[in-house]
T-cell receptor
């Protein structure tokens, strides 16, 4: 599987959009981009995934660049409950997590 | 059940003992994954099953770790001769398939080796 690179940590003001970047420059054509988050002491929670096109659901939007070498997860109106570690994963079959980005939403 | 169930939720054992951790996936999910997570780290992939067979066991750290899924549903992670470094939260997840389905995680089994 391709490796991903994410910033170690980010801050965001409550009510503002949180934009979490991920680089996956070695992604293969059959690998999907997945985003999960983990709130302290809980199991990871699925957020969204995509292959080529941008995707949106009730939680977030996923923007994938045309060359698929990077993506951005957007939480449109961050709340304090969105404070968590966010993982970007590229997946063919197995699912391997990196260190993720620790997002802190501040009042 | 509605979600992925893991038992026990907590296990304390002594160094050198044998431990089994159980995972009951969501009904109908063919793919099952095991991870372990140490404090401050992301989940570390151990093994995943597609049906009854281990499709990828490259994450198992050594031959003290073994996992089975004999009927393609419940899985057991087995750890022999436990060491203090095995202390972690062991997470199980299941997915409708191993290609595109989202993973649903259990709450984990916290293993402490004294």
């Amino acid at each position: 599987d391709a490796k991903t690179t994410q910033p170690t940590s980010m801050d965001c003001a409550e009510g503002r959009a949180a934009n979490l970047p991920c680089n996956h420059s070695t992604i293969s054509g059959n690998e999907y981009v997945y985003w999960y988050r983990q709130i302290h002491s809980q199991g990871p929670q699925y957020i969204i995934h995509g292959l080529k096109n941008n995707e949106t659901n009730e939680m977030a939007s996923l923007i994938i660049t045309e060359d698929r070498k990077s993506s951005t997860l957007i939480l449109p109106h961050a709340t304090l409950r969105d404070t968590a570690v966010y993982y970007c994963i590229v997946r063919a079959y197995d699912m391997r997590f990196g260190a993720g980005t620790r997002l802190t939403v501040k009042p | 059940g509605a979600g992925v169930s893991q038992t026990p939720s907590n296990k304390v054992t002594e160094k050198g003992k044998y431990v089994e951790l159980r995972c009951d996936p969501i009904s109908g999910h063919t793919a099952l994954y095991w991870y372990r997570q140490s404090l401050g780290q992301g989940p570390e992939f151990l093994i995943y099953f597609q049906g009854t067979g281990a499709a990828d066991d490259s994450g198992l750290p050594n031959d003290r770790f073994f996992a089975v899924r004999p009927e393609g549903s419940v899985s057991t992670l087995k750890i022999q001769r436990t060491e203090r470094g095995d202390s972690a939260v062991y997470l199980c997840a299941s997915s409708l398939d191993s290609r595109t389905g989202e993973l649903f995680f259990g709450e984990g089994s916290r293993l402490t080796v004294l």
